[in-house]
Structure formats: structure tokens, C-alpha cells
């Protein structure tokens, strides 16, 4: 039985930042969250289960990215940055703490790689870059959504859009939150394409890049983590469907 597990990020860009804001109500610092469910694909059984959350950061490299990307400047050391995108996922093994798989470890803001990047080993929706495996986002994806805490009647009024997940229309500026989707397919990233082979998942990285094509050619220095998550360790094999919706907040 193929069991589909969807993986739902909040990763909250002013959520994860150090910023503070400050007002009457006091300090604050709210935190992003990722929410992990599964789902059954065969069967009659469609539901889905919780299985555990976890917090989720934007890592100091991925800040110095939208800095550069904002002023569309690139510092003399990191040449052609402000041109790069989120465009890739990768999953990695290191995200429990050693000896207790299933509690996930803090990801922390000097992060800049996965602490155990981990393979795809089938499939065609990934490139090998340096000798790791990055998987691009679902057809369709990114998505913009509205964001549920601006009011709407607040803001300008001329520009209108409709949210692609619940069909309502909205004003352009409540538009604040990208939705990336990944699936990784039941022969995905199960570490090795044997019979009863698996990888035990517990992070994953949201990068960027040049470019977004699986047919590209990427340098070893193209491939830039922006951020990174870690979650209760999750047995991939063929037995299983990952679909990652990870949010972001501006």
C-alpha cells in the first residue's frame, strides 16, 4: 500500500528573522511551524493524519540573498546573486538529534547546507549538482495566497486577483504569502532503487539558484540554502508519497 504524506511548511520570512516588532500589546515574534500529515493512496481511506510539527527558519545566507535581491546589487563576492530564485528542494538525514530519531533538532540561522543531504535516486524531477541531489517544485507552483490576517476592505482598491486555494477574490495587496509544492514520488529518495531500500528523512531545504530547468548546467557554487527544516523522522521507501507545501510569509 502507497501511503501519501503531505508535508505542510509554514516557513514565515518575518516570522523567522530576528526583526522585532514592537507596540502596545508588548514584543512581538511570532515563529513559523511545519505540520506533517499522511494520507493513504490506496484504499478508501483519504484522510489525513497528523503526524508531528516543527519550527522552520531562514537561514543568515538566505537573508543576505533577499538583500541583495531587493536593491538588485550583488556584493563583489557573491556575483550574480541578485539574479538567483527559489527554484529547488532538497531533503537530508540530519535533522534528529543523534540517538532519538524521532526528535527533530533546531535549525539554526548560521546554517548553510543540510547537515546530511540526502539522494533521490530515481525519478526524472531532480539535478545532481556537486554531488547532491535537488528536486524541483510541482507543476503550477509557486502559488500566491492571500494572507488571512490583512483585512481586506483595508486595502487600495483597482487591483483584484483570485486565491488559487479557496477561488475567492481578493485585493492584489493581500496577496503576501508563496505557496511551493513538492512531491516526491513513491521511487523518490528512498535510498537506492532496490527492493526494501528506504532513507529516513528528517530535514529538508528550500535553495536557490540561477535557474530553475532540469535541463541547466549548474556550477558547484549555484546552489544556495535559504532555508531549512527539521521534523520527527519520516521512513521514505516505495511504500510512501511526500508532498512538501511549504509557506512564506512577506
Known sequence: MVKRIPIQI????????????????????????????????????????FVTESNNLIVYRGRNWLLQRAFNNDMDNRANWKDKYLSWLAVGTGGAVSGSPLEPSSPELP?????????????????TVD????????????????????????LATGCTAVDPEDGQTYR???????????????????????????????????????????????GADDMSLFARVCFSTIRKDINRELIFSWYLYF
Not at 111 to 123: D, K, S
Not at 141 to 148: C, G, Q, R, V, W
Request: aromatic letters at 10%.
Open 131 to 154: 554531488g547532491k541531489d535537488y528536486h524541483n517544485f510541482d507543476t503550477g507552483y509557486p502559488k500566491f495566497l492571500n494572507d488571512p490576517d490583512v483585512e481586506n476592505d483595508d
Open 111 to 127: 546554517n548553510f547546507e543540510l547537515n546530511n543531504h540526502g539522494t533521490m535516486n530515481a525519478g526524472t524531477r531532480f539535478v
Open 172 to 218: 492584489c495587496d493581500k496577496f503576501l504569502i508563496g505557496l511551493i509544492k513538492v512531491t516526491l514520488t513513491s521511487a523518490e529518495a528512498n535510498g537506492g532503487t532496490e527492493a526494501g531500500d528506504y532513507q529516513d528523512i528528517s530535514e529538508a531545504g528550500l535553495y536557490i539558484s540561477p535557474s530553475n530547468s532540469l535541463s541547466a548546467s549548474f
Open 10 to 49: 509554514n516557513d514565515n520570512q518575518k516570522r523567522n528573522m530576528r526583526d522585532k516588532v514592537t507596540g502596545l500589546g508588548g514584543e512581538f515574534q511570532p515563529k513559523g511551524k511545519v505540520r506533517i500529515h499522511e494520507r493513504k493512496i490506496e484504499g478508501t481511506d483519504k484522510k489525513l493524519y
